[in-house]
C-alpha cells in the first residue's frame, strides 16, 4: 500500500532554514507528481509545492517563491523540500501527497515551527 513518511520538522527561527524529507512506498515513485501541503492552525490546509515526474516542471505557492525549493531523487523514492528564509507565517504542519488511481494519500506529516 502507499506509504508516505515525513521527516525533518522542527523548531527555527526567523531567517532559519529546513529541508524535509517524504520517503514513499508502495507506488512506482518516479512515475508520480508530488506535492507538499501545509495546515497552520485555524487555516485551511494549502498546496506549497508541487513536482513532476521526472523532474519537469515544478509549481510553488506564491508566498514561499525564491524561499523553498521541491525536489526529487528517484532512486531513494524521496521528495524533499527545502525551506530557507523561513517566517512565522510558515509555521504549519507540512504534508507530502501523492495522487494516484483518483485518490489523494498523505503522509502524517511533520511540524515546522518559526519563532524567536
Known amino acids: 500500500q502507499v506509504q508516505l513518511v515525513e521527516s525533518g520538522g522542527g523548531l527555527v527561527q526567523p531567517g532559519g532554514s529546513l529541508r524535509l524529507s517524504c520517503a514513499a512506498s508502495?507506488?512506482?515513485?518516479?512515475?508520480?507528481?508530488m506535492s507538499w501541503y501545509r495546515q497552520a492552525p485555524g487555516k485551511e490546509r494549502e498546496l506549497v509545492a508541487s513536482?513532476?515526474?521526472?523532474?519537469?516542471?515544478?509549481n510553488y505557492e506564491d508566498s514561499v517563491k525564491g524561499r523553498f525549493t521541491i525536489s526529487r531523487d528517484d532512486v531513494k523514492n524521496t521528495v524533499y523540500l527545502r525551506m530557507n528564509s523561513l517566517k512565522p507565517d510558515d509555521t504549519a504542519i507540512y504534508y507530502c501527497?501523492?495522487?494516484?488511481?483518483?485518490?489523494?494519500?498523505w503522509g502524517q506529516g511533520t511540524q515546522v515551527t518559526v519563532s524567536s
Open positions: 501527497t501523492v495522487r494516484r488511481d483518483g485518490r489523494m494519500y
Open positions: 508502495g507506488f512506482t515513485f518516479s512515475n508520480y507528481g
Open positions: 513536482i513532476s515526474h521526472g523532474s519537469i516542471s515544478t
